[in-house]
């Protein structure tokens, strides 16, 4: 993929939202097509973090938590749940989320993202 300035804010969007271990470690495989793959999932999904518009960064961090939690990818729910001191999100608004999701998505989807939350969070006070 071309290194191009979107490529490159996207990139700078995800480390300043993940922090550099996590993306260091997702960069490390030493295969071409992973790093193609790496680059592609970059400028598709930090691109859009990093164009800018309307929605500030702690609202993209809501919806993405709130989509994730939706299709039920509860990986990438506990990833963006981890990063919600970069993001802006509070744990009262995760907490309160939580309600959003069983009413929107049902009670399965709010009470996996209740579950990812928790782990999250034992996580971080060990």
Do not use: N
Request: proline share 2%; hydrophobic share 45%; with cysteine.
């Amino acid at each position: 993929m071309e290194d191009t300035e979107e490529l490159r804010a996207a990139r700078a969007m995800r480390r300043a939202m993940l922090g550099d271990a996590y993306v260091d470690a997702q960069a490390a495989d030493p295969r071409p097509a992973l790093a193609e793959f790496q680059d592609y999932l970059t400028s598709m999904a930090w691109g859009v973090w990093a164009r800018g518009g309307a929605l500030s960064t702690r609202d993209r961090s809501l919806v993405v938590l709130a989509m994730t939690a939706a299709l039920g990818r509860m990986e990438e729910f506990r990833l963006h749940v981890g990063a919600r001191s970069r993001t802006g999100v509070t744990d009262d608004e995760l907490d309160e989320l939580l309600f959003q999701i069983a009413a929107y998505c049902g009670a399965p989807a709010g009470l996996s993202a209740k579950r990812a939350l928790q782990t999250v969070r034992a996580e971080e006070a060990s």
